[in-house]
């Protein structure tokens, strides 16, 4: 586990970990002994994030087939298409970027990668 704003968030061991673990310079430690765990960790998925906000019920599983089909959050004043995961250039953390399903309008609250030259989802590319 590793603890954020005085919440005990679970982990999971990973190869590679997170740029959110890693950029917070988060430490994850054994439940029981508090022993710091030497590998690389990821935050467990669907865990909600560590902020009082966060933690009021609002519907947070996308009802949707498949999931997340239209992912948005809004970076520096834009709309943008998001997709479930850590595996891009850009990882942003759903629950603090408030990011949403467009379509069924569940919040996401997981790692996003987002990326900035998708105009997709937009009616008119050149629409901002």
């Not at 970990?17 to 950029?23: A, D, K, N, R, Y």
């Not at 054994?30 to 609002?58: L, Q, V």
């Not at 479930?84 to 250039?89: D, L």
Request: net charge negative; charged share 20%; proline share 9%.
């Amino acid at each position: 586990m590793t603890e954020m704003n005085g919440y005990a968030i679970p982990c999971l061991p990973d190869e590679h970990g997170s740029p959110f673990t890693s950029l917070g310079g988060l430490a994850a430690r054994c439940g029981e002994c508090g022993a710091i765990y030497p590998g690389s960790f990821i935050i467990e998925p669907d865990t909600p994030p560590p902020f009082e906000w966060a933690r009021e019920p609002k519907v947070t599983l996308c009802s949707c087939e498949p999931r997340w089909p239209q992912l948005m959050v809004m970076l520096d004043g834009q709309w943008y298409l998001g997709y479930p995961g850590s595996g891009g250039q850009l990882v942003v953390d759903g629950a603090t970027e408030e990011a949403f399903c467009r379509i069924c309008g569940a919040y996401f609250l997981g790692e996003m990668v987002v990326d900035l030259d998708d105009r997709s989802h937009l009616v008119d590319s050149d629409e901002t």
